[in-house]
């Protein structure tokens, strides 16, 4: 679904542990942040209330109601390759996508939403080709995704991937040039690794791990409840030893195999693209918050690591982008979609 030219979006971004939005003017100049607002799951079951009725509630104030209204799909349910095909009439390459799109899905292609972007042209040998990037889905699981939005009554304009999305936030602050930039997005239920050559995605991976496995495991190592073991969590410093503290032990058994398969992504990554390395890692989401996690993945990675800021660059309210600041990198998705062209 596409958008053309909106004076206004609100990003929806519906996670595993809460719902982001943020609406933003892009029309002439410097976008501006309208509002930005965020309602949180409750981790304890007997008071969770549905997605619609909190997607409800997080968008009765007017400030965040837009007629255009973008949301996402997480990586794991997505399939994102980077790909080349010879050069052909734009005609003829819609077709060419979607046929070669059958060699990377596991469900029948009359099921699947396909989608691609022509990142650019390179020659192999005599052969001009293009470089693409694809994306497919399996079509009931977009249907799927947007029913709290049909509950609420609530019309989506657009739906993007998540990947695609972070591509916006990090197009804007990024320098011009061709630097290998590794993008983590550390979500309640998922891990996303995405690897961008200057500005185009060459590389996605999901992790089906994130901070709410962590959150558990502190409840079950402490015998505590979920609301108790996150407030835990959010407290451990994860650069402290793992010895004589189970809470700590717990945190950082689940981080570490986190950080063990984005280290592994980046290496196949330089091997596969025959890249000499990555020179930067910008961390985002909510689990990118833990205390002491830029050092920790410092220790494991080449290159500067630092944390996201989705708002640089945007004008607007004072009060809205402090109020947002402490959680800022949580807000990187819903930001990537309002900052969606088309």
């Known amino acids: 679904m596409g958008l053309f030219g909106p004076k206004d979006l609100t990003g929806i971004d519906i996670g595993t542990g809460s719902i982001k939005a943020v609406r933003i003017a892009t029309g002439g100049g410097r976008p501006k942040l309208l509002a930005a607002g965020m309602v ?58 979607r046929w070669e799109s059958k060699r990377h899905i596991s469900y029948p292609l009359e099921a699947a939403e396909v989608e691609y972007v022509v ?3 390179k020659r192999e040998g005599t052969v001009d080709k293009y470089e693409i990037l694809l994306v497919a889905v399996e079509r009931g699981t977009v249907i799927e995704h947007l029913l709290p939005f049909r509950e609420a009554g609530i019309g989506v304009t657009a739906v993007d991937a998540n990947p695609l999305a972070l591509r916006n936030v990090f197009q804007r602050r990024e320098r011009q040039g061709a630097a290998n930039v590794a993008v983590v997005d550390m979500g309640a239920g998922k891990t996303e690794i995405n690897i961008f050559k200057g500005a185009a995605l060459r590389f996605s991976r999901c992790l089906e791990t994130g901070g709410l496995d962590m959150t558990r495991a502190v409840s079950q190592q402490l015998t505590i409840g979920l609301p108790e073991a996150e407030e835990v969590k959010r407290a451990v410093d ?8 189970p809470a700590v032990a717990a945190v950082k058994a689940r981080l570490d195999s986190i950080g063990m398969e984005v280290r592994r992504s980046v290496d196949y990554y330089k091997t596969a693209f025959r890249e000499a ?16 996690i830029t050092d920790y993945f410092s220790s494991l990675l080449e290159g500067r690591v630092e944390l996201d800021t989705p708002f640089f660059g945007l004008s607007g309210k004072k009060s809205v982008l402090e109020d947002c600041g402490a959680n800022a990198p949580r807000f990187a998705s819903a930001v990537g979609l309002a900052l969606r062209k088309a």
């Open 40 to 97: 949180e799951f409750s981790l304890d079951e007997a008071k969770a209330n549905s997605v619609s009725t909190d997607l409800v509630y997080l968008l009765s104030g007017k400030e965040l109601v837009s007629k255009n209204i973008a949301t996402l799909l997480p990586g794991k349910y997505l399939t994102i390759r980077y790909l080349t095909l010879p050069k052909m009439p734009r005609a003829e390459l819609a077709q060419a996508v």
């Open 119 to 121: 990142l650019g042209e």
């Open 238 to 245: 994860v650069l402290t030893p793992a010895e004589g503290d």
């Open 277 to 292: 390395g990555i020179e930067r890692t910008v961390l985002t989401g909510g689990a990118s918050l833990m205390k002491g």
